[in-house]
Nanobody, 126 residues
Framework: QVQLVESGGELVQPGGSLRLSCAAS????????MGWFRQGPGKEREFVSAIIWGGALTYYADFVKGRFTISRDISRNSVYLQMNDLKLEDTADYYCAYTTSRSGARIHSVRRYEYWGQGTQVTVSS
């Protein structure tokens, strides 16, 4: 089992920045990738970004390219999401996800991930 705990969500003004963190604990030796998804009010959960643990290859949704940066700290079993130039539409609950799977559903798909955090709320408002 793997446990994921997110932090860093809060209220921020448009154009502001936030850094989300996700710490993994438990049996973390088989990680393949970790990612971030978000779910806004009345919307489905959607892919934001992912990072392949071994090679640090990264993936981003088109709507965050150039604004968000994903990174990882192997020694801390943690993944981070630096979010800059936040927009009103970035308001959502942000979820950390973890997969041991090297194949199957696309890295952008919720079906690829076996473990999920409880989420951290990001509100962008003036």
């Amino acid at each position: 089992q793997v446990q994921l705990v997110e932090s860093g969500g809060e209220l921020v003004q448009p154009g502001g920045s936030l850094r989300l963190s996700c710490a993994a604990s438990g049996r973390t030796d088989r990680v393949y990738a970790m990612g971030w998804f978000r779910q806004g009010p009345g919307k489905e959960r959607e892919f934001v970004s992912a990072i392949i643990w071994g090679g640090a290859l990264t993936y981003y949704a088109d709507f965050v390219k150039g604004r968000f940066t994903i990174s990882r700290d192997i020694s801390r079993n943690s993944v981070y999401l630096q979010m800059n130039d936040l927009k009103l539409e970035d308001t959502a609950d942000y979820y950390c996800a973890y997969t041991t799977s090297r194949s199957g559903a696309r890295i952008h798909s919720v079906r690829r991930y076996e473990y999920w955090g409880q989420g951290t709320q990001v509100t962008v408002s003036s």
